[in-house]
């Protein structure tokens, strides 16, 4: 019986370019994804020397923490995200004085960036949100 070179036909195999492509969708395996390729996997490995089943069950487990791993991060960058908002709704109206004691006046908005959020005063001072500042619910004092 002839057996045909397992190269030819893998699409995995080293050489062809598609596994180590730098494509950024590709670096984003879902389940689907990681079962065919486990499936490819086991289909074009060496009848003689197969995969140890625990080692099978070994990349499961691995992929398993890495997909738990990606949702909690997921569910995390939401409740921080939730925390944002509420953070910044609850200072709108308050007095605000930078660390610095440059500024100091009442909060008409707060904008939220991915790294912190910024207070702007009714008069368009911006003031970033950081160790230091003081916030109260006293009316700005007249300068």
């Known amino acids: ?23 950024k ?10 079962l065919k390729l486990l499936i490819a996997q086991m289909k074009y490995q ?4 197969p995969m140890d ?4 069950i070994a990349q499961l487990a691995t ?18 995200q939730a925390s ?5 709704a609850d200072m709108i109206g308050k007095t605000i004085t930078s660390a610095d004691d440059k500024i100091t006046g009442i909060i008409k908005q707060v904008e939220i960036y991915s ?5 702007i005063t009714e008069k368009g001072d911006k003031v970033l949100i950081q160790p ?4 109260s619910n006293q009316p700005a004092a007249s300068s």
Do not use: H, R, W
């Not at 057996?3 to 036909?9: A, E, H, L």
């Not at 089943?53 to 099978?56: E, F, G, H, K, V």
């Not at 230091?132 to 916030?135: E, P």
């Open 115 to 119: 790294d912190g959020l910024v207070a």
């Open 63 to 80: 992929f398993s923490q890495v997909e738990q791993s990606v949702k909690m991060n997921s569910n995390l960058q939401s409740l921080i």
């Open 25 to 34: 969708s590709a670096a984003g395996l879902n389940y689907d994804n990681f």
């Open 84 to 88: 944002s908002f509420s953070q910044a």
């Open 46 to 49: 060496d009848p003689t020397d």
């Open 132 to 135: 230091g500042i003081v916030l």
């Open 53 to 56: 089943a625990s080692q099978q």
């Open 1 to 23: 019986m002839a057996v045909d070179s397992i190269n030819t036909k893998n699409p995995y195999a080293a050489g062809d370019g598609k596994a180590a492509s730098s494509d």
